[in-house]
């Protein structure tokens, strides 16, 4: 078996401050279903503010990244709007995320450890 573990930031749109207490925890439970559903695991979510939010998420290595983030806004942007619709009327457009997005892969494994492996194995021989 084989995961990749991304960290992933994203915003809201022009930094509106939107995301409390309330909104971050209907997030939190809507991003657990999501990633049930589509096959991925999120070990962590959090409105780390207002205006953004950050996953930990693990995945199978033939479900990209971009994949995962698509779910994951497009998905809790049309909810929250179901949700909460005063919520658009403070966003440009109505338009909750920001199109752009920062991730990272996560690993236990420093690139020194990954290089000395290497050239070991490749000196044995």
């Known amino acids: 078996m084989c995961n990749i573990n991304y960290h992933v930031v994203w915003s809201v749109k022009h930094r509106r401050r939107v ?3 309330g909104v971050e925890e209907y997030l939190k439970g809507l991003v657990q279903q999501i990633a ?6 999120v070990y962590q979510f959090e409105a780390a503010g207002p205006d953004h939010v950050q996953c930990y998420i693990s995945a199978p290595p033939k479900m990209s ?3 995962i983030v698509k779910y994951l806004k497009g ?3 049309r909810k929250l709007s179901e949700q909460y619709p005063d919520m658009r009327q403070k966003l440009w457009k109505g338009e909750l995320w920001n199109h752009s997005y920062y991730v990272e ?3 236990s494994v420093s690139e020194d450890t990954v290089r000395e492996y290497i050239e070991r194995q490749s000196n044995s021989y």
Request: glycine share 16%.
């Open 75 to 77: 998905i809790t942007g």
């Open 36 to 41: 049930a559903e589509k096959g991925f695991t």
């Open 65 to 67: 990244v971009t994949l």
């Open 19 to 21: 995301l409390d207490a």
């Open 105 to 107: 892969t996560v690993g």
